[in-house]
């Protein structure tokens, strides 16, 4: 009789402790984050390919916001600093690749509904595809908003940043 409640016992503490740590298990699995990560060193300027990343499990709660958590999300993004094997960068350290440079002369153009003009400035800060950069007319030097839409292009969106002061005395 003493075996039988024994083996009673043993078959209650069991049916008790194994959803338990079904439990535990599952919940310490639920926060876990999976991130994308570089599979080697990237060194700053690099354009990262699908090569170059792989993917880590890390806890939900010690993630950084801004980590990337898809490979799309960093393909063919160029590195703003090394980012270094196996360990999680944010989408600040990474940027789309720039064909403006500061100080480039630029094809801008202004594009409104029956008119297209184009005209020469000087890009006043860097960007890529997609990116806002601010353009110098040389003429005026007027400093005027672009758009980048291809490698030493761009297009202006009108809106005027700043305008050279007067400096001429007015009688």
Known sequence: MNQAKSKTLFLIALLVLVP??????????????????????????????????????????????????KMEEVKGLQARRVLSAGQPFRSDDVRRPIVVTKGQMVTMQFVVPG?????????????????TVTVQNPTS?????????????????GAVISSPTNTIARR
Do not use: C, K
């Open 20 to 69: 338990a740590m079904l439990l535990a298990a599952s919940s310490a699995f639920a926060n876990t984050v999976r991130i994308v990560v570089p599979a080697h060193d990237i060194a700053r300027g690099d354009t990262i390919s699908e090569s170059d990343l792989t993917f880590a499990t890390v806890d939900g709660a010690a993630l950084m916001s801004g980590v990337p958590t």
């Open 115 to 131: 008119v297209e003009l184009s005209a020469m400035g000087r890009a006043m800060s860097e960007g890529g595809i997609g990116d």
């Open 141 to 157: 030097y007027r400093m005027i908003a672009a758009t980048v839409i291809a490698p030493g292009t761009v297009r202006a969106s």
